[in-house]
């Protein structure tokens, strides 16, 4: 079984970076799929930015330019750094993995994070 953590969130400014890390225990990493997904009060949970096992990485249309995802197998970790940050992005932000290719939909991911809360607040 995996668990995944998620850190690095907090209040910051509009302009503001942040970078999240997740952080995967009880089984290796490396041969999943990671993706970052969001859920802002009252919406729906939404993709954010995912990377393959092989690196190919992807970056939802709504953060492209602005965020950008990577991972560390030897760490068993990934990250999302987050820069120019908005009032929308204002969400609690969770970590998910799975074996096999890109998925975009938060049904099709197995091991979830409990998540970390990004606010940006003027």
């Known amino acids: 079984q995996m668990k995944l953590e998620e850190s690095g969130g907090g209040l910051v400014q509009p302009g503001d970076s942040l970078r999240l890390s997740c952080t995967a225990s009880?089984?290796?990493?490396?041969?999943?799929?990671v993706s970052w997904f969001r859920q802002a009060p009252g919406k729906m949970r939404e993709f954010v930015a995912g990377?393959?096992?092989?690196?190919?990485?992807r970056v939802g249309d709504n953060v492209k330019g602005r965020f950008t995802i990577s991972r560390d197998n030897a760490k068993n970790a990934a990250y999302l750094q987050m820069s120019d940050l908005k009032l929308e992005d204002t969400a609690i932000y969770y970590c998910?993995?799975?074996?096999?290719?890109?998925?975009?939909?938060?049904?099709?991911?197995?091991?979830w994070g409990q998540g970390t809360q990004v606010t940006v607040s003027v």
């Open positions: 998910a993995a799975r074996t096999g290719a890109q998925a975009f939909h938060n049904f099709e991911y197995f091991y």
């Open positions: 990377i393959t096992s092989t690196f190919n990485s």
């Open positions: 009880g089984r290796p990493l490396f041969d999943h799929t």
